[in-house]
């Protein structure tokens, strides 16, 4: 949505807000009606309703949240946020297999498989 919380949504990050002209880069939560509707009967396993989440290198699975982010950016002592690089990656059925290999003998599984380190 409009990053100034203008009540504009757009499926593109680049689009603008007519209201504003500031990017629609805010990221919200889409609520699938089957979510919503399944909210309180079907709460099983990681994911409890509308959370983003967050992977660690060694699989585990833990709701992100501002705090938590600040917290790993002091644990892997990042001085300057703008050094970080995002990646997407695929992952296929040679990702996965390659993904549940190397959970069975790595801790750093993700950066084994799609960094090759
Ligand atoms: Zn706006």
């Not at 409009?2 to 919200?28: F, G, Q």
């Amino acid at each position: 949505m409009c990053s100034s919380y203008h009540l504009n949504v757009a499926d593109d990050p680049k689009a603008v807000c007519p209201e504003c002209r500031r990017y629609m880069s805010t990221a919200i939560p889409y609520i699938a009606r089957t979510v919503a509707d399944n909210k309180s009967s079907d709460e099983r396993g990681y994911v409890k309703g509308v959370v983003t989440y967050m992977v660690m290198d060694d699989l585990i699975v833990r709701p992100m949240s501002t705090i938590s982010s600040i917290t790993l950016l002091n644990k892997f002592n990042v001085k300057e946020v703008g050094l970080l690089e995002e990646r997407v990656v695929n992952v296929d059925m040679a990702e996965g297999l390659k993904l549940l290999s190397a959970s069975l003998h790595s801790i750093t599984v993700l950066s084994s498989v799609f960094l090759g380190k």
